[in-house]
């Protein structure tokens, strides 16, 4: 059983940068993507950005796009997430997850961390 523990979030204003990591204990042969979704308050859970593990390709969500940047190191199982120029509206829980394509679909993602806060002030 693959356990994914996330760390990093907290409270910061608007235009602050944050780094959250995931760590995994293991890799399983089925997790194609490593990928961070969120959950903010009164909303569906959305895809943030995945990374592959094999190639290091990386996907966003157009919101993130040029200031969210996802990226891995294989030899300590480990993905982080560097968030720069955050907005009020990127408060949410952070999830890392583990999961096979399409990537955006979170049903495809066989494991899933307890999540981290993440929440910016105006």
């Known amino acids: 059983q693959v356990q994914l523990l996330e760390s990093g979030g907290g409270l910061v204003q608007a235009g602050a940068s944050l780094r959250l990591s995931c760590a995994a204990s293991?890799?399983?042969?089925?997790?194609?993507?490593m990928s961070w979704f969120r959950q903010g308050p009164g909303k569906e859970r959305e895809f943030v950005a995945a990374?592959?593990?094999?190639?290091?390709?990386?996907y966003y969500a157009n919101s993130v796009k040029g200031r969210f940047t996802i990226s891995r190191d294989n030899a300590k199982n480990t993905v982080y997430l560097q968030m720069n120029n955050l907005k009020p509206e990127d408060t949410a829980v952070y999830y890392c997850?583990?999961?096979?394509?399409?990537?955006?679909?979170?049903?495809?993602?066989?494991?899933w961390g307890q999540g981290t806060q993440v929440t910016v002030s105006s």
């Open positions: 997850a583990a999961g096979r394509a399409p990537y955006w679909v979170d049903r495809n993602y066989d494991y």
């Open positions: 293991e890799r399983s042969f089925r997790s194609t993507y």
């Open positions: 990374i592959s593990w094999s190639s290091g390709a990386t």
